[in-house]
């Protein structure tokens, strides 16, 4: 999986190990080996739709621990700023820190955005399902925020049925 470019899918690819910086120290994909992972990427800390994503995602934690998938939000901002926010809301999953936009590139998430009538670089907001094998199965891209956890726990929820 090389940078994704932009709209591509990462479906049925095999996330390539990486590090982070993140609110729980150094996060290692290889570490998590064996868990399914929902990986959501977010535009800002404390911002509207990004705090009701959050805590949406954090009222849903022991329905997707129930399911042996852990929850992991993705942004530019910095490690203090997550801890901030994580610690406002409660949040009980860790948040990684991209400022280089390591992630966001790996992923496909930068696109140009208008904010305000200018246009500005910024993360698409969204979430990728990976299964326990390291392997992308679900992407949802351009994430509306109402009713999409939902949708994440339940495509979680069947992946981590016996076939």
């Not at 696109?111 to 094998?133: C, H, P, Q, W």
């Amino acid at each position: 999986m090389n940078d994704a470019s932009q709209g591509a899918t990462l479906v049925g690819r095999q996330v390539p190990d990486f590090s982070a910086a993140s609110t729980a120290g150094e996060f290692v994909l290889s570490r998590q080996a064996g868990r399914i992972l929902v990986l959501y990427f977010y535009p800002k800390d404390n911002t509207p739709g990004c705090t009701t994503e959050s805590r949406d995602f954090a009222a849903a934690h022991r329905a997707f621990e129930a399911a042996g998938a852990a929850v992991i939000g993705v942004s530019r901002d910095t490690i203090a700023s997550h801890e901030r926010f994580a610690q406002k809301f409660e949040l009980p999953f860790v948040l990684i820190s991209d400022p280089d936009e390591a992630l966001c590139g790996l992923f496909g998430v930068m696109k140009m955005k208008n904010m305000y009538g200018k246009a500005v670089r910024g993360i698409e907001r969204s979430t990728f399902l990976i299964d326990a094998r390291g392997v992308v199965r679900r992407e949802w891209r351009g994430v509306k925020v109402p009713g999409h956890v939902d949708e994440v726990l339940q495509a979680v929820q069947a992946l981590a049925r016996p076939a």
